[in-house]
Nanobody, 127 residues
């Protein structure tokens, strides 16, 4: 059983930065591909970014002007941790951010493509 714990969320002004962390335990982290999703009130959970188990392949949301260029996903398998660096934050980035891990059958951009989920961390961007 894999446990995922997100941290690093908080309140930040528009234009600011945050780095989210996803710490994993209970499994062989270096074998898991990991994704970040977010969910705003009243909206569906949406894909933000993902990284494969070795860290050599990354995916970002295709939504124009959404994430690409502002967010960067990375991982440190020695620390069993995946990071999401978020820069130039906007009020529309306000959401609960979740990390997720896939053991098999990884579908980077799909909620159904992951086996384990963390509890989420709140990110609030004020204007």
């Amino acid at each position: 059983q894999v446990q995922l714990v997100e941290s690093g969320g908080g309140l930040v002004q528009a234009g600011g930065s945050l780095r989210l962390s996803c710490a994993a335990s209970g499994g062989t982290f270096s074998r898991y591909s990991v994704g970040w999703f977010r969910q705003a009130p009243g909206k569906e959970r949406e894909f933000v970014a993902a990284i494969n188990y070795r860290g050599g392949i990354t995916y970002y949301s295709d939504y124009a002007d959404f994430v690409k260029g502002r967010f960067t996903i990375s991982r440190d398998n020695a620390k069993n941790t995946v990071y999401l660096q978020m820069n130039s934050l906007k009020p529309e980035d306000t959401a609960v951010y979740y990390c997720s891990a896939a053991t098999t059958g990884w579908g980077p951009r799909r909620v159904s493509g992951y086996d384990y989920w963390g509890q989420g961390t709140q990110v609030t961007v004020s204007s």
